[in-house]
């Protein structure tokens, strides 16, 4: 089995989206998830959605640094009256990569009538474009196993879930036994982002994968024993922070590109070393 692990270009917010491939190459990633989300991190920006030229140009950039995309970060509210149009940009955008997933929140849950009724549209789409829609645990409308009620009225094998363990403990509070209520969705999930957290001073920050409070050994025991592989991506804003809110901001300035990269290296190969264990590479 090929390794399925994806570097998300979040890690190099405050770069340029080339630098960012560049940089992800070169550390060895095969795989990128590229990143529209929407107030935090948007190397894809909504002028690029339908500018020809610049599809282009990804495309170019992506095969000089011999990278491939699985999925799309295109993060949104989903449950906006004017969400589909957009979301159909994004997952055109998507579906110009060659990815096969597409990434999103889903929107608060008093507007939840409204993201059924975007949903159905979305669902029609992602069929036509044979696109995964992986709606994030984020504390909104998905947010941990008591959310499965969601996707079963949604009842398509083109809307799933995008499983991120430290959004589920931040949305909880850390009220959550993370490996039992991953397991319980398995069924449901078709994506995974991975980073980790820490408590320092009051304030909430993700650091280097492994060095922080999720115990990532304990979630490749449970994927180990299931038979298909799941694609991740490494996920590391390493420029958010959060306070008592939990409420993630950009409070801080870029990091030098030299002590990004060793997070992001050395967060690969500890995700790889787990993989490996799991039956992630071949």
């Known amino acids: 089995m090929n390794e399925i692990i994806s570097i998300s270009t979040i890690a190099y917010d405050g770069y340029d989206l080339e630098t960012a491939l560049k940089q992800i190459s070169q550390l060895g990633g095969r795989y990128v998830e590229l990143d529209a989300i929407e107030g935090l991190s948007e190397h894809i920006e909504l002028q690029h959605l339908e500018d020809c030229a610049f599809e282009k140009r990804i495309g170019t950039m992506m095969r000089r640094f011999n990278l491939s995309s699985i999925a799309f970060s295109a993060h949104m509210d989903l449950s906006k009256e004017e969400a589909v149009p957009l979301f159909e940009k994004k997952m055109r955008f998507a579906k110009s990569l060659d990815a096969r997933i597409i990434n999103t929140f889903s929107g608060p849950l008093e507007r939840i ?14 069929k036509s474009m044979g696109l995964m829609v992986a709606l994030e645990t ?3 409308i998905i947010s941990d196993r008591s959310s499965l009620r969601v996707i079963e009225k949604i009842n398509s094998e083109n809307v799933r879930i995008n499983y991120d363990f430290v959004n589920s403990f931040h949305s909880t509070r850390g009220k959550i ?3 039992k209520d991953f397991e ?7 994506h995974l982002h991975l980073k980790d957290t820490v408590l320092e001073k009051d304030t909430w920050h993700f650091p280097q994968i492994g060095k922080g409070i999720i115990d990532y050994r304990e979630i490749f025991k ?8 799941v694609p991740m991506s490494i996920e590391l804003p390493l420029r958010l922070e959060m ?4 409420v993630p901001k950009k409070t801080k300035p ?4 030299g002590q990004i990269n060793k997070i992001v290296s050395d967060s690969l190969s500890y995700v790889r070393r787990l993989g490996n264990l799991a039956g992630y590479q071949s």
């Open 113 to 126: 009538d409204t993201f059924y009724k975007n949903i159905k549209s979305i669902d029609k789409l992602a």
């Open 138 to 140: 984020h504390g909104d």
């Open 177 to 179: 036994d993370l490996e």
């Open 184 to 190: 319980s969705m398995l069924k449901y999930i078709v």
């Open 222 to 229: 449970i994927l180990k024993k299931i038979p298909r592989k």
């Open 243 to 246: 306070k008592e809110d939990r």
């Open 254 to 257: 870029p990091l030098d590109i």
